[in-house]
């Protein structure tokens, strides 16, 4: 079965320039989740959807940050502008009904360096 | 989120079994327990998962107290791909996941 999938892989751009991450959930899966990991903070929850619908987004660090669920088999993660500070490895998450209990199974991550 | 604590570090020999232990003193009564790895440039993989009993599947085997303060998980046979960093977690139904620090482990040939 096809895990989830993000792309880019890599994405490297200079600071100011609009970025976007783009994740394929499992499908069937109702929920899914935005993380950011960086050495410092570790892996941090940003947005959460459930059923394509925004949930929490408290983790969503400032309005340069937005994301987006237009339908169950995709979503985007945009960041306008870009900053240095920005520079993470960004992963994708989903789970099924009741992700209280069922685990997420996570992408393999868009590394993400702003020059 | 009930916190938890894990050692940064940990070694093991290749074959043997690795028992990588977590204390969460605060857990409540509606929290479970979770635990995940990470191996280097890929994302977080869903290992096991338990409430009271003691769960095993395919990878490996978690043990929790009876007093569910602590757990402990095994890989009964490690090989050198299980080298990674070890996420135990714990959450109430409906909430989110919060990853720690973690425990890295290096299996040795």
């Known amino acids: 079965d096809a895990g989830v999938i993000q792309s880019p892989r890599h994405e490297v751009t200079e600071m100011g320039q609009e970025v976007t991450l783009r994740c394929k959930p499992i499908s069937g899966h109702d929920y899914l989740f935005w993380y950011r990991q960086t050495m410092m903070r570790g892996l941090e929850l940003l947005i959460y959807f459930n059923n394509n619908v925004p949930i929490d987004d408290s983790g969503m660090p400032e309005d340069r940050f937005s994301a987006k669920m237009p339908n169950a088999s995709f979503s985007t993660l945009k960041i306008q502008p870009s900053e240095p500070r920005d520079s993470a490895v960004y992963f994708c998450?989903?789970?099924?009904?009741?992700?209280?209990?069922?685990?997420?199974?996570f992408g393999d991550g868009t590394r993400l360096s702003i020059l | 989120d009930a916190k938890t604590t894990q050692p940064p570090s940990m070694d093991c020999a290749e074959g043997r079994a690795a028992n990588l232990p977590c204390n969460h003193s605060?857990?409540?009564?509606?929290?479970?327990v979770y635990w995940y790895r990470q191996i280097h440039s890929q994302g977080p993989q869903y290992i096991i998962h338990?409430?009271?009993n003691n769960e095993t599947n395919e990878m490996a085997s978690l043990i929790i107290t009876e007093d569910r303060k602590s757990s402990t998980l095994i890989l009964p046979h490690a090989t050198l791909r299980d080298t990674a960093v070890y996420y135990c977690i714990v959450r109430p139904t409906g909430n989110q996941f919060y990853f720690g620090t973690g425990t890295s482990l290096t299996v040795i040939p």
């Open positions: 338990g409430l009271k």
């Open positions: 998450a989903s789970s099924t009904m009741g992700g209280g209990v069922q685990p997420q199974h």
């Open positions: 605060t857990i409540s009564g509606n929290e479970y």
